[in-house]
């Protein structure tokens, strides 16, 4: 879902700010005692629509500004109307994240496995011509198809306009889903598409491979030459040419791999285990870290140790084409995800080191809770957000080298009562 796609941009990670004309949804407090809960529901409704027609208004003027013409503003918003589900699906926060196995169980599942082989069978002739044109990896592109959209069975059915609409005039992130907006009404203008056909997810991840708005008008082509990139329709051309040419132009290494599967020896230095410390495979091999089939990892370039799930679970070499998939989604479940998908689609065997299945995640307000404590210790310099990023990771691992446990870097339940 989401390039600078709609993962890529980060939807949620609070890029933009809320828009400034918005009103609070839902606030009924001041209600007379005599209205029922419809009643309520029903003015809120018709209040929130009445905001949004007011912020359209003024939308329509910014927008003329930036070159869309009436008639493809009023075709766009003909009909469009206060979305309470967008809204709800954007309020809604998960108190726990999803563990990265579970994630890669649906992920590279035996169904998605197959049904993208059959996919690949039956688009062989696009998917050989894109990675002639762009030299991306087929595999990759229909692995990121397979999990953005299922191989185009789940692309979204929300009108765009509308959800762009709802979420920057009452959303989170007011400013970049306006800018959003904008960029999908200069689709419409070029005539890509229709309003009626322009369908996607709830944050506007469009298409096959689920573009956002800005990320088609940046990287988008035309795959199959008939004068539009149509990146909607049921023939998956145009998607799967945009999808390559988006990682081509991000930097994609032509016979390199995402990652392999590693084994570590005993006694390896986890704080090793960090993406700026990049190595041959041959001197990682000099420090006893092997593919997982026993031996040295061929020479695809500088690579750099990953631990997904720390010191106990598999363990991964990326290299730079991690990074290149990575502009598309930053998460690294969704990385390894699209990673381990390819190579099931090629052939390759699923991950052979176990999980820790048994492991009691974090909760959102654990993870805050945790960085407080790792900056009142002084191991945190960075804000308390419950997102475990680079930052948060060297803390941990700064903080279990001062207690003298594995530096693995990964957050748990019993990382958590250590620092307590």
Same mark, same amino acid.
């Given at each position: 879902?989401?390039?600078?796609? #709609?993962?890529?941009?980060?939807?949620?990670? %609070?890029?933009?700010?809320?828009?400034? /004309? &918005?009103?609070?949804?839902?606030?009924?407090?001041?209600?007379?005692?005599?209205?029922?809960?419809?009643?309520?529901?029903?003015?809120?409704?018709?209040?929130?629509?009445?905001?949004?027609?007011?912020?359209?208004?003024?939308?329509? /003027?910014?927008?003329?500004?930036?070159?869309?013409?009436?008639?493809?503003?009023?075709?766009?918003?003909?009909?469009?109307? *206060?979305?309470?589900?967008?809204?709800?699906?954007?309020?809604?926060?998960?108190?726990? +994240?999803?563990?990265? @196995?579970? *994630? #890669?169980?649906?992920?590279?599942?035996?169904?998605?496995?197959?049904?993208?082989?059959?996919?690949?069978?039956?688009?062989?002739?696009?998917?050989?011509?894109?990675?002639?044109?762009?030299?991306?990896?087929? $595999?990759?592109?229909?692995?990121?198809?397979?999990?953005?959209?299922?191989?185009?069975? +789940?692309?979204?059915?929300?009108?765009?306009?509308?959800? =762009?609409?709802?979420?920057?005039?009452?959303?989170?992130?007011?400013?970049?889903?306006?800018?959003?907006?904008?960029?999908?009404?200069?689709?419409?203008?070029?005539?890509?598409?229709?309003? $009626?056909? =322009?369908?996607?997810?709830?944050?506007?991840? =469009?298409?096959?491979?689920?573009?956002?708005?800005?990320?088609?008008?940046?990287?988008?082509?035309? %795959?199959?030459?008939?004068?539009?990139?149509?990146? @909607?329709?049921?023939?998956?051309?145009?998607?799967?040419?945009?999808? &390559? &040419?988006?990682?081509?132009?991000?930097?994609?290494?032509?016979?390199?791999? @995402? %990652?392999?599967?590693?084994?570590?020896?005993?006694?390896?230095?986890?704080?090793?285990?960090?993406?700026?410390?990049?190595?041959?495979?041959?001197?990682?091999?000099? #420090?006893?870290?092997?593919?997982?089939?026993?031996?040295?990892?061929?020479?695809?370039? !500088?690579?750099?140790?990953?631990?997904?799930?720390?010191?106990?679970?598999?363990?991964?070499?990326?290299?730079?084409?991690?990074?290149?998939?990575?502009? *598309?989604?930053?998460?690294?479940?969704?990385?390894?995800?699209?990673?381990?998908?390819?190579?099931?689609?090629?052939?390759?065997?699923?991950?052979?080191?176990?999980?820790?299945?048994?492991?009691?995640?974090?909760?959102? !307000?654990?993870?805050?809770? =945790?960085?407080?404590?790792?900056?009142?210790?002084?191991?945190?310099?960075?804000?308390?957000?419950?997102?475990?990023?680079?930052?948060?990771?060297?803390?941990?691992?700064?903080?279990?080298?001062?207690?003298?446990? /594995?530096?693995?870097?990964?957050?748990?339940?019993?990382?958590?009562?250590?620092?307590?």
């Amino acid at each position: 879902m989401r390039p600078v796609f #709609l993962s890529v941009f980060g939807l949620f990670f %609070g890029l933009g700010l809320t828009s400034a /004309t &918005a009103q609070p949804a839902g606030h009924i407090a001041e209600l007379p005692h005599q209205f029922n809960r419809e009643s309520a529901v029903t003015l809120v409704s018709s209040t929130s629509q009445a905001g949004l027609d007011a912020w359209i208004a003024g939308f329509k /003027t910014r927008a003329m500004r930036e070159g869309i013409s009436q008639t493809t503003f009023d075709r766009a918003f003909r009909g469009v109307r *206060y979305n309470e589900d967008v809204i709800a699906k954007d309020r809604k926060q998960s108190e726990f +994240t999803k563990q990265i @196995w579970d *994630y #890669l169980d649906s992920a590279a599942s035996p169904t998605r496995v197959s049904n993208g082989q059959a996919a690949m069978r039956k688009h062989a002739a696009v998917l050989d011509g894109v990675e002639r044109v762009y030299g991306v990896d087929k $595999h990759v592109v229909a692995a990121i198809w397979g999990v953005e959209s299922a191989y185009g069975a +789940t692309r979204g059915d929300t009108n765009v306009i509308e959800a =762009m609409a709802t979420l920057a005039y009452d959303g989170r992130r007011g400013r970049f889903f306006e800018s959003q907006l904008l960029a999908a009404l200069k689709i419409l203008q070029s005539g890509d598409t229709s309003p $009626h056909n =322009m369908k996607g997810s709830w944050a506007g991840a =469009m298409g096959h491979t689920q573009f956002i708005p800005t990320s088609f008008l940046a990287f988008a082509v035309d %795959g199959n030459g008939d004068g539009k990139r149509d990146i @909607w329709s049921n023939d998956p051309t145009d998607a799967l040419a945009s999808t &390559a &040419a988006y990682l081509a132009k991000h930097g994609w290494k032509k016979g390199q791999p @995402w %990652g392999v599967e590693v084994r570590l020896p005993a006694g390896f230095d986890y704080s090793s285990a960090r993406r700026d410390t990049m190595r041959a495979p041959s001197d990682w091999a000099s #420090l006893g870290v092997m593919g997982i089939d026993g031996r040295p990892v061929p020479n695809y370039g !500088k690579g750099s140790i990953l631990l997904p799930a720390g010191a106990s679970g598999a363990a991964f070499m990326i290299f730079d084409n991690f990074a290149v998939i990575e502009r *598309y989604n930053k998460a690294d479940a969704y990385v390894i995800g699209v990673g381990h998908l390819s190579d099931r689609l090629r052939g390759g065997p699923a991950i052979q080191a176990s999980w820790p299945r048994g492991y009691a995640p974090l909760s959102f !307000k654990e993870k805050m809770q =945790m960085q407080r404590i790792l900056k009142r210790k002084g191991f945190l310099d960075d804000k308390v957000d419950g997102i475990i990023g680079p930052n948060t990771i060297n803390a941990i691992r700064a903080f279990q080298n001062s207690v003298g446990v /594995t530096p693995d870097g990964y957050p748990s339940q019993t990382l958590l009562k250590l620092l307590k």
